[in-house]
Structure formats: structure tokens, C-alpha cells
Nanobody, 126 residues
Framework: EARLVESGGGLVQAGGSLRLSCAAS????????IGWFRQAPGKGREGVSC????????YYVDSVKGRFTMSSDNAKNTVYLQLNSLKPEDTAVYYC???????????????????WGQGTQVTVSS
């Protein structure tokens, strides 16, 4: 079965950094756009970044642009999200998912096959 497993979350002070990993298995990783999403307490899931399968182009929402960097290692079926200059408002559970689609209006959404990981907690203290 398809699996996505996130890791790398933790507790950091504002201005700190973390590196998140998303390891995929059970499906053809290269065929899908893999995205990062986050969910703060009491809020819905927000798209953060997306790497497209056709050309490898990476999209970020404005709130993280210049601070977060996504990368992929197709040989390892793994994507990463480097979180720098973290702010308290970045506190959330971070998920990876397949397949992401960037839309107009600074939005990234998920479309079928709707594969989700279990999430990893990122907490940024002030």
C-alpha cells in the first residue's frame, strides 16, 4: 500500500531551523507531485509547497517564500522541507501528500490519489 512517512519535527525557538523529511513507498513516486501541508490547532490544512512531477518546478505559498526550501531525492523516494527563520505562526503539524496542485490565489491543494502521511509536529516558541 501507499505510504508517506514524515519525520524531523521538533521544538525550536523563533528564528531557528528544522529539516523535515517525507519518505514515500508503495507507489511510483516520480509520477506524482508531492506537497507539504500544515495544520495549526483548530484550523484546516494549508498548502505550503509543491514540487511538480512533470518538470520538477517548486511552488511555495507567500507566507513561507524565502524561508522554506523544498528539495527531492528521487533515488530515495524522499522529499525534504528545510524550515529556516521559523516564526511562532509556523507552529503546526506538517504533512506531506500526493498529489499537490498549485492554484491561482497563492493556494496549493491536494487531488487524487489523496495519499497523506501521519504528520510531524513543528512547534516554534517565542
Amino acid at each position: 500500500e501507499a505510504r508517506l512517512v514524515e519525520s524531523g519535527g521538533g521544538l525550536v525557538q523563533a528564528g531557528g531551523s528544522l529539516r523535515l523529511s517525507c519518505a514515500a513507498s508503495g507507489f511510483t513516486f516520480d509520477d506524482y507531485a508531492i506537497g507539504w501541508f500544515r495544520q495549526a490547532p483548530g484550523k484546516g490544512r494549508e498548502g505550503v509547497s509543491c514540487v511538480t512531477s512533470k518538470d520538477g518546478k517548486i511552488y511555495y505559498v507567500d507566507s513561507v517564500k524565502g524561508r522554506f526550501t523544498m528539495s527531492s531525492d528521487n533515488a530515495k523516494n524522499t522529499v525534504y522541507l528545510q524550515l529556516n527563520s521559523l516564526k511562532p505562526e509556523d507552529t503546526a503539524v506538517y504533512y506531506c501528500a500526493a498529489e499537490c496542485v498549485p492554484l491561482d490565489g497563492d493556494t496549493i491543494v491536494v487531488v487524487p490519489p489523496h495519499y497523506w502521511g501521519q504528520g510531524t509536529q513543528v512547534t516554534v516558541s517565542s
